[in-house]
């Protein structure tokens, strides 16, 4: 989920926390449980500081090993031992189940977006990636947003966040009911299907569609159960060429193919240099494709300039490679 979402979260959790008798009869537990699970709530995320570094390093880590099974358990006796020497007088363990669930809570619900995490590790670097909620969605975020409301108006915090949660597990359910629906309409189109992406949107009946069959690749959208395909491309298989190979040694290429399980290439030849793409079908957007991997080699096979990341225009790929004019 987004930052906001993950904040509010956090402050539910503080709320929900008061249901507890040994957090409701303690000031000091009950602040030191607020403060642990927004930081809970957040703390996974903080491999975005990567970002800084260069996309190849953010996306290669991102939702990795901060989010891993030694990371959720690790974390809350991180966070509480920097919370509790503050409240001395709270109690200890139930401090640490609170920050345990806003961890737990936070790595949880991010497996339900299309981007997903690597919770399995260190068992599999699979990412497991449900797509069945956008990353910002605005009725788990608007829902949790009123019942903050609710509370600073005096509303009891363990039972109007106990009646949310109850709401958005019910949410749940039935946007895993509508994307089974757009599976079924997908392998009735395609029923030679190998490969079936389907990523939720922030409106509730659209999302978007990848497909692979052995042969093709599909690029569609969905509105309920009815699926329109908008583009379609042969599926070449990318050649071992002494250029393409040169290309995935490149940082930029290397990350992008660690974390794209669908898309094409094209290999362009200039007067004095190649420029390898690689494209994601899986972020089609106003008849674009924004997530691109791009390298240029010299004659050589030398690496002169690269590229990962979203790109909306040409122009401004140029000036991310800043070597060549194309």
Not at 71 to 90: D, R
Not at 190 to 214: E, G, L, Q, S, Y
């Amino acid at each position: 989920m987004d930052t906001g979402t993950h904040v509010v979260m956090g402050l539910a959790l503080g709320g929900l926390a008061t249901l507890d008798p040994v957090v409701a009869e303690s000031t000091a537990t009950a602040s030191s449980v607020l403060i642990a699970t927004i930081v809970g709530s957040q703390a996974p995320d903080i491999d975005t500081v990567l970002k800084l570094r260069n996309n190849a390093v953010y996306i290669r880590n991102h939702r990795g090993v901060t989010h891993s099974i030694p990371a959720v358990l690790l974390w809350p006796l991180a966070i509480v031992a920097v919370v509790y020497p503050f409240f001395p007088e709270a109690n200890l363990l139930h401090l640490w189940m609170w920050t345990f669930l806003a961890v737990f809570l936070h790595v949880f619900v991010d497996i339900f977006n299309a981007y997903g995490t690597q919770a399995l590790r260190p068992f599999s670097h699979k990412w497991v990636a449900l797509g069945i909620i956008n990353t910002f969605d605005p009725f788990i975020f608007g829902i949790h947003v009123a019942g903050l409301f609710l509370w600073a108006f005096g509303a009891h915090p363990g039972y109007t966040f106990s009646a949310i949660y109850a709401v958005i597990f019910a949410y749940y359910i039935i946007r895993f009911y509508y994307r089974r629906k757009v599976l079924k309409a997908v392998k009735t189109m395609i029923p030679d299907a190998t490969d079936i992406i389907i990523a939720p949107t922030m409106k509730f009946h659209h999302w978007k569609i990848a497909v692979m069959n052995h042969h093709q690749f599909f690029v569609g959208r969905a509105h309920y159960d009815h699926v329109r395909i908008l583009d379609q491309f042969n599926r070449v298989p990318v050649p071992e060429s002494p250029v393409l190979e040169a290309a995935k040694k490149d940082k930029n290429l290397s990350a992008f193919l660690s974390f794209s399980p669908v898309f094409r290439w094209e290999l362009d030849e200039y007067d004095d240099y190649y420029e390898v793409r690689f494209i994601d079908l899986r972020y089609r957007s106003n008849g674009h494709y924004p997530f691109v991997a791009v390298v240029q080699l010299d004659e050589e096979y030398n690496i002169m300039g690269s590229y990962t990341g979203w790109i909306f225009s040409e122009e401004k790929l140029r000036k991310k490679l800043d070597i060549i004019p194309g």
